[in-house]
């Protein structure tokens, strides 16, 4: 993945291929580590085939959110409201807000914060870190097991870009070759999909944007924005869980 910038020196790209390999499911910098975007990946990306063969059509067997939704996670006592938009990204919106309503969330830790030298994700979702005797160095390999089939639900890449009528599936805008910005993009207090190198690897991992990433725009799934308690979002430090993850609107435009 590229930042998309015109004649980057090498501390101006370098800077930007980092962040992204702290971010994906897999690891770039380690291999060993897992929730970033090339080697060893959380959802198991060395041998995961794509979900979505069809770039123009959600898969019909994932929840879907048709409108928006309003989670309240709380982190450390302290809410965080999300506005969680279906009407842009249905199914990577309905994925998320079935979780939430299953309660798979509730208890899991924020494995990854990187805030230094700038500000960049905070990354949680991995059902494995409920089990606060599981490796660290292991979290950020893991997604939802979905009862109903014992494997993991993973869902499409899907980015709308500005302009279309519809998202488009199982590519980045680069690949698909589409100049068009998303209409979701990676602004301060964005919610995003993490995935590994696989476009189609989204399982239950999600990050929260503490800063503007442009570079991110078109190559990850943004499906939500903090709408309050942004400051809470600044203060969770690698660790720390989430006490509890609610939908209190909008529940009623899932389907599954």
């Avoid at 798979?104 to 905070?122: I, K, M, N, S, T």
Wanted: charged letters at 20%; a neutral charge; hydrophobic letters at 35%.
């Amino acid at each position: 993945m590229k930042p998309k910038m015109k004649k980057l020196n090498t501390q101006q790209w370098f800077l930007p291929f980092l962040l992204i390999c702290v971010l994906i499911v897999g690891g770039c910098a380690s291999n060993t580590t897992s929730t970033e975007i090339q080697n060893n990946n959380s959802a198991d990306s060395q041998s995961a085939t794509p979900i979505s063969q069809n770039p123009t059509q959600p898969m019909t067997n994932l929840p879907q959110l048709n409108g928006k939704a309003t989670v309240v996670m709380t982190v450390n006592g302290s809410p965080i409201t999300i506005e969680v938009d279906g009407t842009n990204a249905p199914v990577t919106a309905g994925n998320f807000v079935d979780l939430v309503n299953k309660g798979v969330y509730d208890g899991l830790a924020f494995h990854r914060v990187v805030r230094e030298p700038d500000p960049f994700v905070v990354q949680g979702g991995d059902p494995q870190s409920k089990d606060p005797n599981f490796p660290s160095a292991r979290l950020g390999t893991g997604g939802f097991i979905d009862p109903a089939t014992s494997k993991e639900r993973m869902i499409p890449l899907e980015i709308k870009p500005k302009g279309a009528e519809q998202p488009i599936y199982s590519k980045t805008l680069e690949i698909a070759r589409i100049t068009a910005a998303p209409v979701l993009s990676h602004h301060r207090g964005a919610v995003a999909m993490a995935r590994s190198q696989f476009p189609d690897s989204a399982s239950s991992q999600f990050y929260f944007s503490l800063a503007e990433l442009p570079f991110l725009d078109g190559s990850y799934a943004v499906f939500g924005n903090v709408t309050d308690g942004m400051n809470v979002v600044d203060k969770i430090q690698q660790g720390d869980r989430i006490d509890s993850a609610k939908v209190t609107q909008g529940l009623e435009n899932l389907k599954n």
